[in-house]
């Protein structure tokens, strides 16, 4: 390593010391280091919670869609709970106007 390069590696180090552990204000300083150094370990830990109840819930999802499109095994279509839109899929369909009531012009 450089001589030069040793030298100034040293210098703010010592600078470093200094300025933690100076008696007047290196306990305030030290504090405020601790308390950032805290918050970003929650905030990374509150990041990780997210992370993984949104992949824990996107799975949940696919496997859910996956299901409804293969079927569940043994899982047989009188047994299934109705869905939304099962009405409307089942009735009979309207063609054309009949059956539309409409006022009498004149």
């Given at each position: 390593m450089n001589k030069g390069l040793m030298?100034?590696?040293g210098i703010g180090l010592g600078a470093a010391v200094m300025y933690f552990?100076?008696?007047n204000g290196g306990g305030r300083r030290r504090a405020l280091v601790r308390d950032k150094a805290v918050g970003v370990?929650?905030?990374v830990s509150e990041a990780v919670r997210r992370t993984t109840t949104d992949l824990g819930n996107r799975a949940q999802g696919l496997m859910h869609e996956a299901k409804g499109f293969f079927g569940a095994a043994g899982d047989e279509?009188?047994?299934r709970k109705p869905m939304l839109g099962d009405e409307e899929m089942n009735r009979p369909r309207r063609i054309g106007n009949e059956g539309i009531n409409r006022p009498a012009i004149g």
């Open positions: 030298f100034l590696t552990f100076d008696p370990s929650h905030d279509t009188e047994n």
